[in-house]
């Protein structure tokens, strides 16, 4: 069983991503939105597999030694991996068509990388992004209206941002 | 003033590979890694033969100019929304007044990568921590948001973040519920570049932000510290701040 | 004489009504949890001069009474007093529920409460305040060791006098540590002394058998269950000494600060034109926890009255909370002198005073906490054999 969960899982990756359209998915493994660039020389199975020890080796190793130069970091993740919506505009993580939501959500593992990192390559203005999709915050608490207006946004604007 | 030492002929791994010829890396499989000399540039990294440090020049401050300000607010992607007490503060111009003569001084704050941080000595899970070249970080992988690194800098030079953040730079990641401040723009140190600060500062004709290595005695930062004058703040707790000030 | 019976508290309609409350609090403590979450520390009223806040007021009198209320305990086993044997049980399950309270706050204020276990994992053994996570982890241990010891029958008495001592000694070094977190802030003047460890620990001994003897008289009036007069004075009495000897402290830290003009200005703060803290300091801390409750306990006129000792408990917590108030917010108001000559003009957020003002959200934090102690303690009398069926003068002696 468990092997042919694998088999599965390859030939679904195998495929690449983005080949099979939303609307006509075969089977419930996550969608991988389609990158640009070269192709990993180490194969996407293997970046799969270890991408977070080898962000979290490099990242170490560039705060705590400066080493600038280094092959897995986040900024480097989004110069191929910037998925955008159907738009064609990049998308924040706030979307669920952002990269690393595709397997995220799908295996519930929540990542903790864009509380403090962007995410989406250098230059987007993510603030306009999110404007357009994340309801607009009250100012305070004791800000009646500004509450009440939020929570009318939270309920009509649906959950799948980007759209 | 302590005046850092230069370290003996111990010369690393890192230096003798650097002085040879320039070294390029490359991982074959896990575990195995080739590395070539000639290629591309070394990777420019933290040296602990250096030590950064900044001069400033009270008296070329000028009291009415921000420049250094909004350089390093644009340069690391910080603005305030107006509140001065839980703004990100970075860097601030303080303008300040003897008490008894009357005599006003203007002039830039920022960490001062102090050589015996307190903030290092406090952070409980070790996020507060010291380069090898001097420069004081806050590493924001294991920040827990105690805060206590901001009870212990002697000049308020930490910021809590007290809002949700997007849009960072790349270079400067920075996010809510952790502490932050001065990085001395070590993402263009590491590069060979100098703290935005310091060319805003300079490109103003002011050039009251000196920036150098400290224990190079050949730097211009190093033969002004010892030809003229110069203090470092609360010089009683014996912190050997890399940032100094002169004219004050 | 009756031997000392211990039985489990019987769940009345009084004990579920209580603890329906106390439960109300804490949802209403993890409410503000997720709301200062969501929406960052900008909706408290703490920034980046005040970091530490009245959640922590709150977690500081917590801890700091945790260690107290081990005392009766400790006064049992260690000193040898059997008078007090039968309410040690009780003394070491309020020690870890008022521990177990404060740190919920501590953890729950934190800017990424999420990572609790890198704090759990990641040390920095230069850091009192890693040393105190050690400290109070090792304390919960070691009052539980403490209460199996007591409870079980087949422990000797031999062996539950030693872990006794071992919670005696750590109480101590916790107390010492709580205390250095601010005696060891070299660059504030409000800090750095090392009278605060002492003081702290004396704050301790007051604190904890203050809200031990307000807990203890009301767990005894909710089950119906006897205690003595002649108790409650006794214990009474020892406050008495404690309050006194916090007293001894603070007045020995403002008058080594009084002589040195370098910290005249932060006593003149604190002492004249404090505002806020002046006024709690003198009003709160010294007259309603330090003078008046040694009025009630030692003059002859309040004395024989059996309410004495407990409303002198309850001056006593309110004193301590002002105290921890002017100490922690008080001590960050406070501004650091950067500049020694020199008057800050302008400094974004340097100059001048830092002001606080308390948010809902923290306060319901601080209750939270408090309502979680008192939930322990409510839950483990009346799953354990911890109180005494019978506490009256005639049955203890």
Same mark, same amino acid.
């Given at each position: 069983?468990?092997?042919?969960?694998?088999?599965?899982?390859?030939?679904?990756?195998?495929?690449?991503?983005?080949?099979?359209?939303?609307?006509?998915?075969?089977?419930?493994?996550?969608?991988?939105?389609?990158?640009?660039?070269?192709?990993?020389?180490?194969?996407?199975?293997?970046?799969?597999?270890?991408?977070?020890?080898? *962000?979290? /080796?490099?990242?170490?190793?560039?705060?705590? =030694?400066?080493?600038?130069?280094? &092959? #897995?970091? !986040?900024?480097?993740?989004?110069?191929?991996?910037?998925?955008?919506?159907?738009?064609?505009?990049?998308?924040?993580?706030?979307?669920?068509?952002?990269?690393?939501?595709?397997?995220?959500?799908?295996?519930?593992?929540?990542?903790?990388?864009? *509380?403090? /990192?962007?995410?989406?390559?250098?230059?987007? =203005?993510?603030?306009?992004?999110? &404007? #357009?999709? !994340?309801?607009?915050?009250?100012?305070?608490?004791?800000?009646?209206?500004?509450?009440?207006?939020?929570?009318?946004?939270?309920?009509?604007?649906?959950?799948?941002?980007?759209? | 003033?302590?005046?850092?030492?230069?370290?003996?002929?111990?010369?690393?791994?890192?230096?003798?590979?650097?002085?040879?010829?320039?070294?390029?890396?490359?991982?074959?499989?896990?575990?195995?890694?080739?590395?070539?000399?000639?290629?591309?540039?070394?990777?420019?990294?933290?040296?602990?033969?250096?030590?950064?440090?900044?001069?400033?020049?009270?008296?070329?401050?000028?009291?009415?100019?921000?420049?250094?300000?909004?350089?390093?607010?644009?340069?690391?992607?910080?603005?305030?929304?107006?509140?001065?007490?839980?703004?990100?503060?970075?860097?601030?111009?303080?303008?300040?007044?003897?008490?008894?003569?009357?005599?006003?001084?203007?002039?830039?704050?920022?960490?001062?990568?102090?050589?015996?941080?307190?903030?290092?000595?406090?952070?409980?899970?070790?996020?507060?921590?010291?380069?090898?070249?001097?420069?004081?970080?806050?590493?924001?992988?294991?920040?827990?948001?105690?805060?206590?690194?901001?009870?212990?800098?002697?000049?308020?030079?930490?910021?809590?973040?007290?809002?949700?953040?997007?849009?960072?730079?790349?270079?400067?990641?920075?996010?809510?519920?952790?502490?932050?401040?001065?990085?001395?723009?070590?993402?263009?140190?590491?590069?060979?570049?100098?703290?935005?600060?310091?060319?805003?500062?300079?490109?103003?004709?002011?050039?009251?932000?000196?920036?150098?290595?400290?224990?190079?005695?050949?730097?211009?930062?190093?033969?002004?510290?010892?030809?003229?004058?110069?203090?470092?703040?609360?010089?009683?707790?014996?912190?050997?701040?890399?940032?100094?000030?002169?004219?004050? | 004489?009756?031997?000392?019976?211990?039985?489990?508290?019987?769940?009345?309609?009084?004990?579920?009504?209580?603890?329906?409350?106390?439960?109300?609090?804490?949802?209403?403590?993890?409410?503000?949890?997720?709301?200062?979450?969501?929406?960052?520390?900008?909706?408290?009223?703490?920034?980046?001069?005040?970091?530490?806040?009245?959640?922590?007021?709150?977690?500081?009198?917590?801890?700091?009474?945790?260690?107290?209320?081990?005392?009766?305990?400790?006064?049992?086993?260690?000193?040898?007093?059997?008078?007090?044997?039968?309410?040690?049980?009780?003394?070491?399950?309020?020690?870890?529920?008022?521990?177990?309270?404060?740190?919920?706050?501590?953890?729950?204020?934190?800017?990424?409460?999420?990572?609790?276990?890198?704090?759990?994992?990641?040390?920095?053994?230069?850091?009192?305040?890693?040393?105190?996570?050690?400290?109070?982890?090792?304390?919960?241990?070691?009052?539980?060791?403490?209460?199996?010891?007591?409870?079980?029958?087949?422990?000797?008495?031999?062996?539950?006098?030693?872990?006794?001592?071992?919670?005696?000694?750590?109480?101590?070094?916790?107390?010492?540590?709580?205390?250095?977190?601010?005696?060891?802030?070299?660059?504030?003047?409000?800090?750095?002394?090392?009278?605060?460890?002492?003081?702290?620990?004396?704050?301790?001994?007051?604190?904890?058998?203050?809200?031990?003897?307000?807990?203890?008289?009301?767990?005894?009036?909710?089950?119906?269950?006897?205690?003595?007069?002649?108790?409650?004075?006794?214990?009474?009495?020892?406050?008495?000494?404690?309050?006194?000897?916090?007293?001894?402290?603070?007045?020995?830290?403002?008058?080594?600060?009084?002589?040195?003009?370098?910290?005249?200005?932060?006593?003149?703060?604190?002492?004249?034109?404090?505002?806020?803290?002046?006024?709690?300091?003198?009003?709160?801390?010294?007259?309603?926890?330090?003078?008046?409750?040694?009025?009630?306990?030692?003059?002859?006129?309040?004395?024989?009255?059996?309410?004495?000792?407990?409303?002198?408990?309850?001056?006593?917590?309110?004193?301590?909370?002002?105290?921890?108030?002017?100490?922690?917010?008080?001590?960050?108001?406070?501004?650091?002198?950067?500049?020694?000559?020199?008057?800050?003009?302008?400094?974004?957020?340097?100059?001048?005073?830092?002001?606080?003002?308390?948010?809902?959200?923290?306060?319901?934090?601080?209750?939270?906490?408090?309502?979680?102690?008192?939930?322990?303690?409510?839950?483990?009398?009346?799953?354990?054999?911890?109180?005494?069926?019978?506490?009256?003068?005639?049955?203890?002696?």
């Amino acid at each position: 069983m468990t092997l042919f969960i694998r088999l599965a899982l390859l030939f679904a990756f195998s495929f690449g991503a983005g080949s099979l359209a939303a609307q006509e998915r075969s089977s419930l493994l996550p969608d991988i939105p389609a990158a640009s660039g070269e192709p990993h020389a180490e194969g996407n199975e293997y970046w799969r597999r270890n991408h977070m020890d080898l *962000m979290k /080796h490099d990242r170490d190793s560039t705060l705590r =030694d400066g080493d600038r130069e280094i &092959a #897995a970091s !986040l900024k480097g993740c989004f110069d191929c991996h910037a998925a955008k919506d159907d738009a064609g505009q990049v998308v924040t993580y706030e979307s669920e068509q952002h990269f690393c939501r595709a397997c995220h959500d799908y295996v519930a593992v929540k990542v903790d990388c864009f *509380m403090c /990192h962007r995410s989406t390559p250098d230059g987007v =203005d993510e603030h306009a992004l999110q &404007a #357009a999709i !994340l309801p607009k915050k009250p100012l305070d608490s004791t800000d009646v209206q500004g509450v009440i207006a939020y929570l009318n946004q939270t309920e009509s604007k649906p959950t799948e941002a980007g759209e | 003033m302590k005046i850092p030492t230069l370290k003996g002929a111990d010369i690393s791994r890192r230096d003798f590979l650097r002085s040879g010829a320039a070294v390029a890396t490359a991982t074959l499989a896990p575990g195995v890694t080739l590395m070539a000399f000639g290629g591309s540039e070394a990777h420019a990294a933290a040296d602990a033969d250096k030590r950064w440090g900044l001069l400033i020049d009270a008296n070329k401050c000028d009291a009415d100019c921000d420049a250094c300000v909004s350089a390093c607010s644009k340069e690391n992607g910080w603005a305030g929304e107006g509140n001065p007490e839980t703004d990100p503060q970075w860097i601030r111009k303080i303008t300040m007044q003897n008490t008894s003569t009357g005599r006003e001084v203007t002039m830039p704050m920022m960490c001062q990568h102090c050589e015996e941080p307190p903030c290092v000595d406090v952070c409980p899970t070790g996020a507060s921590f010291k380069r090898v070249d001097g420069i004081v970080l806050v590493d924001k992988h294991t920040c827990i948001g105690c805060r206590y690194c901001m009870m212990a800098c002697p000049f308020d030079a930490r910021s809590f973040v007290h809002e949700p953040v997007i849009n960072q730079k790349s270079h400067a990641p920075r996010g809510q519920g952790t502490v932050e401040s001065c990085t001395l723009c070590v993402h263009r140190i590491d590069k060979g570049g100098r703290p935005a600060c310091v060319e805003a500062c300079e490109a103003t004709g002011h050039e009251a932000i000196i920036f150098g290595d400290l224990r190079d005695p050949e730097s211009d930062i190093s033969k002004r510290l010892a030809q003229y004058p110069s203090v470092a703040l609360r010089p009683d707790l014996d912190l050997n701040p890399g940032v100094r000030y002169t004219n004050l | 004489m009756e031997r000392t019976i211990y039985r489990e508290i019987e769940a009345t309609g009084r004990v579920w009504g209580l603890a329906v409350i106390l439960v109300g609090f804490v949802l209403a403590a993890l409410a503000s949890f997720f709301y200062v979450e969501h929406y960052g520390h900008i909706v408290t009223g703490m920034t980046n001069r005040i970091v530490w806040g009245l959640p922590h007021v709150f977690a500081i009198f917590l801890i700091v009474a945790a260690s107290g209320a081990l005392n009766v305990a400790s006064i049992a086993s260690v000193f040898e007093q059997k008078a007090y044997r039968p309410k040690a049980r009780l003394s070491a399950l309020m020690a870890m529920s008022l521990l177990i309270g404060g740190l919920m706050i501590l953890v729950l204020d934190l800017g990424r409460a999420d990572r609790i276990l890198i704090a759990a994992t990641t040390y920095n053994f230069s850091s009192i305040f890693a040393w105190n996570l050690i400290l109070y982890t090792g304390f919960l241990g070691i009052a539980g060791a403490y209460l199996f010891a007591q409870m079980s029958k087949s422990v000797p008495y031999a062996v539950t006098r030693k872990v006794g001592l071992l919670a005696f000694v750590w109480r101590l070094a916790l107390t010492t540590g709580t205390g250095s977190i601010f005696g060891w802030l070299v660059a504030r003047p409000g800090y750095d002394a090392a009278i605060m460890a002492p003081m702290f620990i004396a704050m301790s001994f007051a604190f904890g058998l203050a809200m031990f003897l307000l807990m203890t008289s009301t767990l005894c009036r909710l089950s119906d269950r006897p205690i003595g007069d002649q108790l409650m004075q006794r214990l009474g009495r020892l406050l008495a000494v404690f309050v006194a000897a916090v007293l001894y402290f603070t007045a020995a830290r403002h008058l080594t600060n009084l002589y040195t003009m370098e910290h005249a200005g932060f006593e003149r703060f604190t002492l004249v034109d404090g505002g806020i803290y002046t006024t709690l300091f003198w009003l709160g801390q010294i007259l309603i926890g330090g003078l008046l409750p040694l009025a009630i306990l030692l003059l002859p006129v309040f004395g024989k009255s059996p309410k004495a000792p407990l409303v002198a408990s309850a001056l006593v917590v309110i004193g301590g909370f002002a105290q921890i108030y002017v100490i922690v917010i008080g001590g960050q108001a406070y501004p650091m002198e950067v500049f020694p000559g020199y008057e800050v003009v302008t400094g974004s957020g340097m100059s001048g005073i830092a002001e606080y003002t308390p948010s809902l959200p923290e306060l319901l934090l601080g209750l939270g906490g408090v309502a979680v102690t008192l939930l322990a303690v409510g839950v483990g009398t009346k799953t354990l054999r911890i109180l005494p069926t019978n506490l009256s003068d005639a049955n203890i002696g």
